[in-house]
């Protein structure tokens, strides 16, 4: 991971930037992918500046990834992959929550497609989403005990 | 139970519940039909009948592994499972693929498009009461998947894109079989359009069914044939080119009605596109040159090297036995599967494993749509809608 501070010259990050400074947590890119990453109080906000915001319009919500960093703290990142249409350009929104309580506000009023991912992540990792219309879990039946994408889920029973 | 407000005064509704066992859910899928009389007030969708954790499996096997169980998400297209993989492999090692490797990639994938247009062709037909186009339809996926089989030894389960690469030299006279392919699938088409395009009973099921407006195909991010069909022309091949796919010339099929008969209409013109990128494939790939990538540690070296170079042996053993280690970091690789954007995102840790392999599965996000399409439709209808949205429940419920 290569955290480069010098990626001001891009216009998406200028945009970011001027909207809310105190928003971008860091920035990075690897592999001509860039990723911004985002404190978690900003992101819901953000995500209506990135879909209305004329220059961005990024209006297409590809996917939502959670990932689990134990045993780092902060230990839950969520990947938002985004794509603007007419632009034909994508950027990575990330966030990183804490083990204790991970609380997101969600973003399915701005991306109705995150309706399912957030369930998904929900379901599999256990991050709550603040506002959504209907967090139950998605794949796994109701009664199921933990979160089995966590990096501390037993991978195997007693012997 | 609640009770909705009818066109005769407040009324109760029914449940319904479809699936998962029923034969139109093309799978495991559980559907909560909420009825008023036989229309549809709300439809919640029911899944992980199919849950096998394969990304969970993912992160406990090694880079080269993990191909196999890719394979069985899109049990309908394992080589676009396989191509997406691969390259997001390949995007965190940096690796570049020879081009005879990227135009056999490129022809297999759309041979793939077409079979699998094909079973979704039979059994939507098949569903809305058209018996012999399924067995039509069989009839010619039989011929891919000999073609499949031929060259990867295997019918669905290919795994034969790898890493760098193609696992093995494709046979002597394979091109001839594509040859015939080429040649014979543009009447087979024909044929089914005959009997469906201005059949009288199939645009009463088709037409005006499951309307989905481009705005709210966006917001609800469908991709693919089911977004073309609502006037969106997003397709990732021509979008973000992958594969040297910017180097063939082929339209993107877009019609802007967003009903059942709009996307039928799209696959169908697709299917006859793959035929073109196909013919176009076959006159480029070079008869000879290297199908795997120059990467020692990371490519398994041939077999006859083997046999005489001590390198080489090293190699092979250190390959198969610890795996190899990409940088650590996170890629975002996303094709153009026959159902639509498939996207596979890679954490690399440093390790010879994925540390969070996460397939974004085309019909996991399509699906979400049918809520919106079936909404104040009939019963009947609603089988038209999850017919026309091609779901694949192995890769949504992974």
Redesign the interface.
């Known amino acids: 991971?290569?955290e480069i501070p010098d990626l001001e010259q891009n216009p998406i990050i200028a945009k970011i930037r001027g909207w809310r400074p105190v928003a971008v947590a860091g920035l990075i890119s690897?592999?001509g992918?860039l990723?911004v990453v985002v404190y978690p109080e900003h992101l819901r906000p953000l995500a209506e500046f990135m879909i209305s915001d004329r220059d961005l319009a990024f209006?297409?919500?590809?996917?939502v990834?959670g990932?689990?960093r134990f045993p780092i703290e902060p230990r839950f990142e969520l990947?938002y992959?985004l794509l603007s249409?007419s632009r034909?350009e994508?950027i990575?929104l990330r966030v990183r929550l804490p083990g204790e309580n991970p609380v997101i506000e969600s973003v399915v009023p701005v991306?109705?497609?995150a309706?399912?991912?957030e369930r998904e992540i929900f379901d599999l990792f256990g991050v709550r989403f603040e506002g959504h219309p209907d967090l139950r879990?998605?794949?796994?039946?109701n009664d199921w005990e933990g979160y089995?994408?966590r990096k501390d889920y037993p991978?195997e029973g007693p012997r | 139970m609640t009770t909705v407000q009818t066109a005769t005064g407040l009324e109760q509704t029914m449940v319904l519940n479809m699936g998962p066992q029923h034969p139109s859910t093309h799978g495991v899928l559980r559907v909560l039909l909420e009825l008023d009389g036989e229309i549809i007030v709300k439809a919640d969708v029911d899944?992980?009948y199919l849950?096998t954790?394969i990304?969970?499996t993912a992160e406990?096997l090694t880079y080269s592994q993990a191909i196999t169980i890719t394979d069985r998400m899109d049990y309908l297209a394992p080589l676009s499972n396989n191509l997406a993989y691969c390259m997001a492999v390949e995007?965190?090692l940096?690796l570049e693929v020879p081009k005879r490797a990227q135009y056999i990639r490129v022809l297999l994938t759309e041979l793939t498009r077409i079979g699998s247009h094909l079973v979704w062709l039979g059994t939507h037909a098949i569903d809305l009461g058209a018996m012999s186009v399924f067995l039509y339809c069989f009839r010619e996926r039989e011929e891919l998947l000999k073609i499949f089989e031929l060259v990867s030894g295997q019918r669905m389960m290919t795994s034969y894109f790898r890493i760098g690469g193609l696992a093995l030299e494709p046979p002597v006279g394979w091109t001839d079989h594509v040859r015939k392919i080429v040649q014979n699938f543009p009447s087979r088409f024909d044929e089914y359009e005959e009997l469906l395009t201005r059949n009288r009973i199939w645009l009463g099921r088709t037409q005006g069914v499951g309307v989905l407006s481009a705005e709210d195909a966006?917001?609800?991010?469908v991709s693919g044939p089911s977004l073309r069909g609502s006037g969106?022309d997003?397709d990732v091949r021509k979008?973000?080119p992958y594969s040297s796919y910017e180097e063939f010339d082929f339209q993107v099929p877009v019609r802007t009605e967003g009903d059942c008969y709009a996307r039928y209409l799209c696959r169908v013109a697709e299917m006859r596109e793959s035929l073109k990128i196909v013919s176009q494939a076959l006159e480029k790939i070079p008869p000879e040159g290297p199908i795997k990538a120059d990467a020692p540690g990371i490519v398994p070296p041939q077999r006859e090297k083997m046999k005489t170079e001590m390198e080489a042996l090293i190699y092979h053993f250190k390959i198969f036995t610890e795996g190899f280690a990409p940088p650590?970091?996170?890629?975002?690789q996303?094709i153009e599967s026959p159902r639509g954007?498939l996207?596979c995102?890679l954490?690399s840790d440093g390790s010879p494993k994925p540390?969070?392999m996460?397939i974004?599965a085309p019909s996991?996000?399509n699906?979400?749509a049918l809520q919106k399409m079936v909404e104040g439709r009939l019963v009947a209808d609603a089988i038209a809608c999850i017919g026309t949205l091609d779901i694949i429940l192995g890769e949504i419920?992974?």
């Open positions: 991971m290569t690897f592999r992918e990723t209006t297409y919500l590809s996917d990834t990932v689990d990947n992959h249409l034909r994508t990575c991306w109705p497609t309706n399912w991912h879990r998605l794949l796994l039946p089995p994408l991978v | 899944i992980g849950h954790g990304e969970k406990a995007k965190l940096g966006i917001a609800l991010g969106v997003y979008y973000f650590p970091g996170e890629v975002y996303r954007e996207g995102f954490v540390y969070r996460k974004r996991f996000v699906l979400q419920d992974r």
